[in-house]
């Protein structure tokens, strides 16, 4: 990497296109239609951080511990069933010390026609770690995904979605069909690294489609965001409303131990009934969407 001046503003312009260039939308993958015909595409995700977020910040807190452990005993299996109730198939993210520790969910969730993805090691953030560090880190994680889940994964979502310089060329290295880690547009687009096109699909998530910014709770910090379940499955409707609209993607992120909760799993039940009633509407997991608008674009 390039060492650069200390103030932007002393940058050259080699310098900044240089950076801009790193992992840059390119050509849109949205396809005319989607499968069947539909109008709309909806593919929801869970991200099954569990007991990593404080393993992650070196806490050893059991109280914090067990806010994550509620994500395997409480929250997957809730998910699970709202998913067989309503015949919907989706994508589950893992980082590698979760799916260490819950084998056993990994499986279970694979067997039942889930996709499995890569999520980091330990939720590590990328762009704090040491040269090397992250290419080491993510192709152990998908080996051990391979091992507990039985399919080696073909996509990634880096953790929190920090992307580092050098998480794409990680990306080509692995060969994978797709990222969900960056938000230049709404619906799927071509990855270009300094113009070129990589033949990697992104598949743009945004943390307004995310539920732990409404409803994650920080004891000992002064700021604690709080959004009741109704003020979320309004914002969550509105976004699909909007992608139905322009026969868009309408891409949703969870995490077990934030939407597994009884008023959340109700608000996510509501809402998938309500998408499904809708019509023109296809559910797909990341990996059929990544497909099938990869497919489409030729």
Same mark, same amino acid.
């Given at each position: 990497m390039t060492q650069l001046p200390e103030n932007p503003w002393e940058w050259s312009e080699p310098?900044?296109?240089?950076?801009? !260039?790193?992992?840059?939308? #390119?050509r849109s993958l949205a396809p005319k239609?989607?499968?069947? #015909?539909?109008?709309?595409?909806?593919s929801l995700s869970f991200d099954a951080d569990h007991e990593t977020i404080p393993l992650r910040d070196s806490d050893q807190s059991p109280m914090r511990i067990s806010q994550g452990q509620y994500g395997n005993r409480q929250g997957v299996p809730r998910i699970r069933a709202l998913l067989r109730k309503h015949g919907v198939k989706a994508s589950f993210f893992y980082p590698a010390v979760s799916a260490l520790l819950h084998p056993r969910e990994v499986k279970e969730v694979a067997d039942e026609g889930h996709e499995i993805g890569i999520h980091s090691w330990i939720h590590e953030a990328n762009t704090k770690l040491p040269p090397g560090v992250e290419r080491d880190l993510t192709l152990r994680a998908a080996d051990v995904l391979e091992k507990v889940s039985g399919r080696r994964p073909v996509g990634m979502r880096t953790a929190s979605w920090d992307f580092s310089v050098d998480t794409l060329p990680i990306i080509r290295e692995l060969g994978l069909l797709y990222d969900s880690s960056l938000m230049g547009d709404d619906d799927p687009y071509e990855l270009e690294e300094q113009g070129e096109p990589? !033949?990697?699909v992104e598949l743009p998530p945004e943390w307004i489609r995310d539920d732990a910014p409404y409803f994650n709770f920080v004891r000992f910090s002064a700021l604690r965001p709080y959004t009741p379940p109704s003020g979320v499955e309004e914002i969550f409707r509105a976004e699909f409303d909007g992608a139905l609209a322009e026969g868009g993607l309408f891409l949703l992120t969870m995490h077990p131990h934030v939407i597994g909760h009884r008023s959340r799993i109700s608000m996510l039940d509501r809402l998938v009934e309500y998408m499904k009633a809708q019509p023109g509407v296809w559910f797909g997991t990341h990996e059929e969407v990544a497909r099938w608008c990869k497919e489409q674009a030729g």
């Open positions: 310098q900044w296109r240089e950076i801009v !260039g790193r992992a840059r939308a #390119g239609s989607w499968p069947g #015909g539909a109008r709309c595409a909806v990589t !033949g990697i």
